[in-house]
């Protein structure tokens, strides 16, 4: 008894307030991503793309964002969204995460003017939301 009482001594030790966890990888990652998007700022819709981000455990992104932006931007975006894939792929086996495995289709971006200029956003989707979570 005396063994059990030292052991639950020392466990709740451990129960104060912990320090706050840093932030997820995957959040860093795709904070990156939503950093070099910006604005998307454009003057026509052929100016607009999208990039599939994350990955469902069964396979294919799990969601979309509109972008504007040069080539190099785009060699930047896709290298970022592939480590974003790679740490959703992780996340969801470390996980054992199962997914709602729904397609999600590329909805495609136009070019919409705003309260700050025009700007690149998704086309609304007719099925399951295309857009990132909030």
Partial sequence: MRHLSLLLLFA????????????????LTLARIRAAIGAASCDADAQCRTLALGAKSCGGPEFYLAWS?????????RRL????????????AADDTVADCRFVSDPGAVCRPGPAG??????PAAGPAAGAPD
């Fill in 69 to 77: 932006g040069d080539a190099a931007l785009e060699r930047e975006l």
């Fill in 12 to 27: 709740c030790g451990a129960c104060g307030a912990a320090a706050p966890a840093p932030p997820a990888a995957d959040a």
């Fill in 118 to 123: 025009a700007s690149c956003v998704l086309r």
């Fill in 81 to 92: 969204a592939a480590t974003y894939r790679g740490q959703r792929e992780a996340l969801n």
